[in-house]
């Protein structure tokens, strides 16, 4: 660990620490001036994985959405490349095709997360045209990056065989129906983030919306192992909704397809205009006596 010399000043006359041994020292700003290298491309960092174009110059936000970025473009471009060097400070690939001259390069942009891209020959020296010329074959996350657009509207049903269908017609890559499957999961998961991460924010969610909507009930119930198990839910608003609504509540579940599975549990009646008034709202593992209780 280096040291660094503390210099004070008294009477515009500056001295070492020493003669001020008894001086207590709260704090030390250090100004540090930002890189003019990482100022120049703020505006043009790219953060999508999916670029239609390569080439040098480029600026990635880090190493994760540059290494996507070169699987999706060797998937549209029906080839594949091979590692040559992965550290911290760089990325390098070639083309896995014997004396082919296509290369990529890129390494970080000083010491921060991003990742410049130095050197791309986009020329290939291997027969294109040779039946022995390797395809990629497309990873689940590269073909999941490319239909996230589909699963934007829930109203859209786009279903594995849709990917199919939509890779082999637009881009003439051939998936199986599991590839297909790991894909839209893969979509799916971009969307929404990981089905654990969101369960364990769930205690968190339902803290916010009781002290938010003063009134509402909702609960939590965990197994012994600290794992999810019941939640209910009833908003203040539904709450003193009730009073104006026809004496009729209908109770109905439907299942969760979800990773972890499980059923919602709703509980509605219709209103003096006669709209559909959500009541409550509850999410189970089954439906059995212990769940409706």
């Not at 009646?269 to 509850?282: E, F």
Request: glycine share 4%; aromatic share 12%; charged share 25%.
């Amino acid at each position: 660990m280096s040291k660094i010399a503390i210099m004070l000043q008294l009477n515009d006359n500056w001295d070492s620490f020493v003669r001020y041994r008894d001086f207590r020292i709260d704090g030390i700003l250090i100004d540090i001036p930002t890189s003019p290298e990482i100022v120049e491309y703020e505006s043009i960092i790219i953060t999508e994985n999916t670029p239609t174009v390569i080439e040098v110059g480029q600026v990635y936000k880090d190493k994760k959405i540059i290494a996507s970025a070169m699987k999706h473009y060797s998937v549209m471009n029906k080839f594949q490349f091979r590692m040559k060097r992965s550290s911290t400070r760089s990325y390098c690939v070639v083309c896995v095709g014997e004396d082919c001259t296509w290369h990529f390069k890129s390494t970080i942009i000083n010491d921060s997360a991003m990742f410049k891209v130095r050197k791309f020959n986009s020329l290939h020296a291997c027969s294109l045209m040779d039946n022995t010329y390797i395809h990629r074959k497309p990873t689940s996350m590269v073909v999941g990056s490319m239909v996230i657009p589909k699963y934007g509207d829930p109203k859209i049903v786009y279903t594995p065989k849709d990917i199919q269908t939509d890779m082999l017609c637009v881009h003439d890559l051939s998936l199986i129906y599991m590839q297909a499957w790991r894909a839209k999961e893969k979509a799916l998961e971009f969307l929404r983030g990981d089905p654990a991460d969101s369960y364990s924010r769930l205690p968190s969610y339902l803290y916010i919306l009781e002290k938010t909507y003063l009134g509402s009930v909702v609960k939590l119930k965990k197994t012994d192992d600290n794992c999810f198990l019941y939640a209910f839910v009833a908003m203040s608003m539904s709450i003193n909704g009730w009073k104006y609504c026809r004496p009729v509540v209908v109770v109905d579940g439907t299942f969760l397809k979800s990773v972890y599975m499980g059923i919602m549990l709703t509980a509605s009646t219709m209103d003096a205009t006669g709209s559909i008034l959500p009541l409550a709202y509850a999410v189970v593992d089954s439906e059995n006596e212990a769940s409706w209780k």
